[in-house]
């Protein structure tokens, strides 16, 4: 049941509704729309700037659209001024601006909700959706966006449609003719999306043939639709089940800064997943549950993580059926209907277990990047006894063997006045064991068994020596990280702690989520939330869009508060990224405590605030 008593405070009831708001609904309703037509105003300069970025990368859009970037072509002076022909140069000079802008816009999107809990009518709800269409309809003008996943999408489409290939088998590699190779970033990486996101890429790739700019303007299209319908969908169950939060929910996810980047500039398949889930909330009202189960599924064949939403959705469902009967025809049903989808979808790009690549980046030791399991990798590494130099070395990064093709010398440390280890003579043979860096290679020697630094300029390429053929430190050194034992430890003590405390948080989610709709709700944000906080070792901004399209339908809980925080930090994540190679290197090996501890703690203090010294009852704050 839904909402089944006057002011819709039924199981789907928001969370903690504002109380004393004033009733001119007016007046709110022209502030929303100053809000929205301030938020235009700063999408402008901030897109603008996101394109200096050291993530940015050409949309090509121009080529289909020729006036399409107008909006963003006016310089912005000071970073005109301050930036260089190097990329990082210009990452330097957009970064705060980027920051700035982005938490500006984060203050405006937080005033729109504030206002918006205020709204109860159609024309609110329909102007919120207007602007959201908006929003989405400005970005996908950008010449830039921030993410090249985009051009995997199109590429692993043309693997299956156009050289009819399996995407989770071959890679882009393979093709080195194809119009969109430059584009892409994971040349060597086969598809780690969903059997639906790659049946569907097919089709799009095809239509988009080998225009780049109309390849980016369908996928950011179908995202930006994606985002507009999920927006429609809130609104719509709000509006039944608890109206005086319908407009906020709206607002909530349709104005979000991190829809309109990921959704319209950047054309994340995050965004079809959401509308999804969403989709399965709705069947769930309309009480066709089996249907349910199927549109989750098909989230799940969209990217394999909302399949941990399964099993929190089928206990609710029993629970809610009165008879034994009524049990079994929905397992039956369920089961039937998941074999179908099963085939029509799986069995035609079905490649065994590579199909389920994908659940490496919960595992694998080298699937670490921007999460608070990377930092808490590194630090577990030095503590057990590796360098903080061998932690600074990429975990996909694979060895390789060179010689001396002079006499040198290795030293300690990138630097000529550096203590020497070693003199090495001419056609001494090494392995790389870490990226160059300002012309110096970290090299292993294999006679002494030193890691030292030598100039690049004095090596050149070599095959493995025979005599190491079967020495099993060479050989461990040459898979890179990887292949060091105190990573393999480190890894699993990572996953270990990570995973079991979103097992614990499922659990919870699954006996005490699972009894109403809005606790269902509840806990599919905290499993969201535990995903990305303890397992997403692995993480990127978008990543964020998956609690936020759930924590819409109850805008005013406090885990809907925790999520539209971290949608803001995770924005931060962008100016973050670009400074490992300069003196502001900590702004990166830490970024990931801005991007989930500043909201944390934010939310932390503010739920402190809300909660009076007496009574212990929450109060709008």
């Not at 035609?348 to 990377?374: F, H, I, Q």
């Amino acid at each position: 049941h839904v909402g089944g008593r006057e002011g819709g405070r039924g199981d789907l009831d928001a969370g903690d509704l504002p109380v004393g708001v004033p009733d001119n609904e007016r007046r709110a309703l022209v502030g929303l729309i100053a809000l929205g037509c301030l938020s235009l105003a700063l999408y402008v300069p901030w897109v603008t700037v996101a394109s200096r970025l050291d993530s940015s990368t050409a949309t090509h859009v121009e080529t289909l659209l020729p006036t399409a970037g107008w909006p963003f072509n006016a310089p912005f002076t000071s970073l005109e001024r301050s930036s260089s022909d190097l990329k990082i140069g210009r990452h330097a000079a957009a970064a705060p601006w980027f920051a700035v802008l982005a938490t500006t816009l984060f203050a405006v999107y937080l005033l729109a909700i504030r206002l918006a809990s205020r709204l109860r009518s159609a024309a609110a709800r329909n102007l919120a959706l207007t602007f959201a269409l908006l929003f989405q309809l400005l970005a996908l003008l950008s010449p830039r966006m921030l993410s090249t996943d985009l051009y995997s999408y199109v590429f692993y489409g043309r693997i299956l449609g156009v050289y009819h290939g399996n995407p989770y088998l071959e890679v882009p590699a393979q093709y080195p003719g194809d119009p969109f190779y430059d584009e892409v970033f994971w040349k060597f990486v086969p598809s780690f999306y969903g059997p639906l996101w790659t049946l569907l890429c097919a089709p799009l790739a095809r239509l988009a043939g080998e225009d780049p700019g109309l390849a980016a303007l369908l996928f950011r299209g179908l995202a930006s639709a994606c985002a507009v319908l999920s927006s429609a969908v809130i609104a719509r169950l709000l509006a039944g089940a608890a109206p005086a939060a319908a407009v906020a929910g709206v607002v909530m996810f349709g104005w979000s800064p991190l829809v309109v980047i990921e959704a319209g500039l950047s054309g994340h398949n995050d965004l079809l997943m959401g509308a999804l889930v969403l989709v399965v909330i709705a069947l769930l009202v309309e009480k066709r549950p089996i249907l349910a189960v199927g549109a989750l599924l098909l989230a799940g064949l969209v990217k394999l993580v909302a399949l941990a939403l399964l099993p929190l959705l089928g206990m609710f469902v029993l629970r809610q059926l009165e008879s034994w009967r009524a049990r079994a025809r929905f397992l039956l049903g369920a089961s039937a209907l998941g074999a179908l989808l099963g085939g029509l979808v799986v069995g035609p790009v079905w490649a065994g277990s590579a199909t389920l690549e994908v659940g490496t980046l919960g595992v694998g030791p080298d699937r670490y990047t921007n999460g608070l399991g990377e930092l808490a990798l590194g630090e577990l590494r030095v503590l057990l006894g590796e360098t903080r130099r061998d932690t600074e070395v990429p975990l996909q990064f694979r060895g390789w063997w060179v010689a001396t093709h002079r006499a040198a010398v290795l030293r300690t440390d990138r630097d000529e006045r550096a203590d020497p280890l070693a003199e090495l003579p001419q056609w001494t043979e090494l392995l790389v064991v870490g990226p160059e860096k300002g012309g110096w290679s970290r090299v292993w020697e294999p006679s002494s068994r030193q890691i030292g630094y030598l100039e690049s300029s004095a090596l050149g390429p070599a095959e493995r020596p025979s005599r190491l053929e079967s020495d099993e430190e060479a050989l461990a050194r040459e898979r890179g990280p990887e292949g060091s034992p105190t990573l393999q430890t480190a890894n699993t003590v990572v996953r270990l702690v990570g995973w079991g405390g979103v097992a614990l948080v499922w659990l919870g989610a699954l006996v005490r989520g699972t009894t109403s709709l809005g606790g269902l709700l509840r806990g599919w944000i905290a499993v969201w939330l535990a995903l990305l906080y303890l397992a997403s070792g692995w993480f990127w901004p978008w990543y964020a869009v998956w609690a936020l399209a759930t924590a819409a339908l109850i805008p005013f809980s406090p885990l809907s508060r925790l999520t539209v925080l971290l949608s803001w930090a995770v924005l931060l994540l962008y100016a973050a990224l670009g400074f490992g190679e300069t003196n502001l290197w900590y702004l990166q090996t830490y970024r990931s405590l801005v991007v989930f501890g500043l909201p944390l703690a934010i939310f932390l203090l503010d739920t402190a605030i809300r909660w009076p010294s007496r009574g212990g009852r929450p109060v709008d704050a």
